[in-house]
């Protein structure tokens, strides 16, 4: 069975930075795409960017280039997206998915990390 | 970025036929995708690639559209229908729609 884990909910202070993780498990890791989609309360979704873990190749939405660093751990099944320079804009849920059909389309999707920037 | 333009909600008694816009601002082939999501729940596709059904998701869904015009079809809708529906493109990037809300009379 396909599965994306997220990590846990997030409360970090304005300034600082916060690192998501997201465990594959039931799919060869290598050959599928990670993305990462941002959704702020109770609004739509917006893609973040991707990575490929064969290769450690990036994507990135250029809204998101100097915020978001994607990374992954081949050794763990494992991505991770860090986020830097927290501001209250950036307090949402993100969401890990799998790249699908040549990479066009996002078929699984992780349960979601919900980040809280406050002081 | 391509803009995708859907209508916030829509109401519908289950039995009954609905049909979800998505307008994209320039052509994106067939490269249009749907995706279900619940209050509190990750997105989960329906279709991709305009038409094509995803893995264990009912009959009752289709899509159609091409170019700038796309529509996602519940028919008959059912009580657990009730959710908001995204378009997404990947034509041009990755955007997505704003979400149509839809909700049983």
């Known amino acids: 069975q396909v599965n994306l884990l997220q990590s846990g909910a997030a409360l970090v202070k304005p300034g600082a930075s916060v690192k998501l993780s997201c465990k594959a498990s039931?799919?060869?890791?290598?050959?599928?795409?990670v993305h990462w989609v941002k959704q702020s309360h109770g609004k739509s979704l917006e893609w973040i960017g991707y990575?490929?873990?064969?290769?450690?190749?990036?994507d990135y939405n250029g809204k998101f280039q100097d915020k978001a660093t994607l990374t992954v751990d081949k050794s763990t099944n494992t991505a991770f997206m860090e986020l830097s320079r927290l501001t209250s804009e950036d307090s949402a849920t993100y969401y890990c998915s799998r790249g699908a059909y040549n990479n066009y389309v996002l078929d699984v999707w992780g349960q979601g990390a919900s980040v809280t920037v406050s002081s | 970025d391509t803009v995708l333009t859907q209508s916030p909600a829509l109401a519908v008694s289950p039995g009954e036929r609905v049909s979800i816009s998505c307008r994209a601002s320039?052509?994106?082939?067939?490269?249009m995708h749907w995706y279900q999501q619940k209050p509190g729940h990750q997105p989960k596709l329906l279709i991709y690639?305009?038409?094509n059904l995803a893995s264990g998701v009912p009959a009752r869904f289709t899509g159609s559209g091409s170019g700038t015009d796309f529509t996602l079809t519940i028919d008959p809708v059912e009580a657990d229908d009730t959710a908001t529906y995204f378009c997404?493109?990947?034509?041009?990037?990755?955007?997505f729609g704003g979400g149509t809300k839809v909700e049983l009379k």
């Open positions: 997404q493109q990947s034509w041009n990037d990755r955007t």
């Open positions: 690639k305009a038409s």
């Open positions: 990575t490929n873990p064969y290769s450690g190749y990036t």
């Open positions: 320039e052509g994106v082939d067939s490269y």
């Open positions: 039931g799919y060869t890791f290598t050959e599928y795409y």
